[in-house]
């Protein structure tokens, strides 16, 4: 969503009474996901992974808005497949176990942002990423 050409998808204050006028909404006709593989150093897939998608745009951190970013964990084959999301870009990295919150924590993206995949994401497209960590 846009309002006058600025981005306002995580919302915006309107005054009662005053008109609309100017907003864009624009509507995908696919929607689009990341499908991380997390391999340790000897190559083997790592199951129960946590995995953190986020926008490279720092400004939409902490703004919890659907088809922004996504979080879970690698299933036995070591993948994880994000949730649907926004065209646009992104980071993608392996975590240690997240706590309730923190994949929306500004602190913890950018402690995480060094070791992270960057990748754009088109509209409809599927983006696969190879994330690297050491074994606990």
């Known amino acids: 969503m846009r309002l006058d050409g600025r981005?306002?998808?995580?919302?915006?204050?309107?005054?009662?009474?005053?008109?609309?006028t100017g907003?864009?909404?624009e509507v995908a006709a696919?929607?689009?996901?990341?499908?991380?593989?997390?391999?340790?150093?000897?190559?083997e897939p790592v199951a129960d992974r946590d995995v953190v998608v986020f926008p490279q745009d720092e400004a939409s951190w902490g703004a919890q808005v659907?088809?922004?970013s996504g979080t879970g964990s690698t299933d036995d084959r070591g993948q994880y497949?994000?949730?649907?999301?926004?065209?646009?870009?992104y980071?993608?990295?392996?975590t240690d176990p997240l706590e309730p919150g923190q994949a929306g924590d500004p602190e913890f993206l950018a402690s995480?942002?060094?070791?992270a995949q960057k990748m754009t994401l088109g509209e409809g497209e599927t983006a696969?990423?190879?994330?690297s960590v050491s074994d606990r």
């Open 112 to 115: 995480v942002r060094a070791r």
């Open 81 to 89: 497949q994000s949730p649907a999301l926004v065209a646009g870009a």
């Open 91 to 94: 980071y993608v990295a392996a």
């Open 7 to 20: 981005d306002v998808t995580t919302g915006f204050d309107l005054d009662a009474g005053t008109p609309l």
């Open 128 to 131: 696969q990423v190879q994330l």
């Open 30 to 43: 696919a929607s689009s996901r990341v499908t991380a593989t997390v391999l340790n150093t000897r190559g």
């Open 66 to 68: 659907a088809g922004h």
């Open 23 to 25: 907003l864009e909404v």
